[in-house]
Nanobody, 112 residues
Framework: QAQLVESGGGLVQPGGSLRLSCVVS????????MGWYRQAPGKQRELVAT???????NYAEAGKGRVTIYRDYAKNTPYLQINSLKVEDTAVYYC??????WGQGTQVTVSS
């Protein structure tokens, strides 16, 4: 069964860092763009970063300089490294595939 399962979220102090992982089940995802979105309370889901099958990366303005997206092409596993975390980074982070397939999300809470 096709599936995206996020992990790596949790409670993090401001200025800290974390890495989110998206375990991929289903080879169909290898031919599509993949990435990460987030949704804060009361807000719409927004882009964090994407990566194409050719390795082209796109970052939202809020994460530029702090966010790095990686893709393990052998496993088709996208990772999101976030450094210098801010309180406003608090959100549920979702793994995404260009086939319009979403993971269940992982909670990131940035607080002292």
């Amino acid at each position: 069964q096709a599936q995206l399962v996020e992990s790596g979220g949790g409670l993090v102090q401001p200025g800290g860092s974390l890495r989110l992982s998206c375990v991929v089940s289903g080879s169909i995802f290898s031919i599509y763009i993949m990435g990460w979105y987030r949704q804060a309370p009361g807000k719409q889901r927004e882009l964090v970063a994407t990566i194409t099958p050719r390795g082209t990366k796109n970052y939202a303005e809020a994460g530029k300089g702090r966010v790095t997206i990686y893709r393990d092409y052998a496993k088709n596993t996208p990772y999101l490294q976030i450094n210098s975390l801010k309180v406003e980074d608090t959100a549920v982070y979702y793994c995404y595939s260009g086939i319009n397939f979403w993971g269940q999300g992982t909670q990131v809470t940035v607080s002292s």
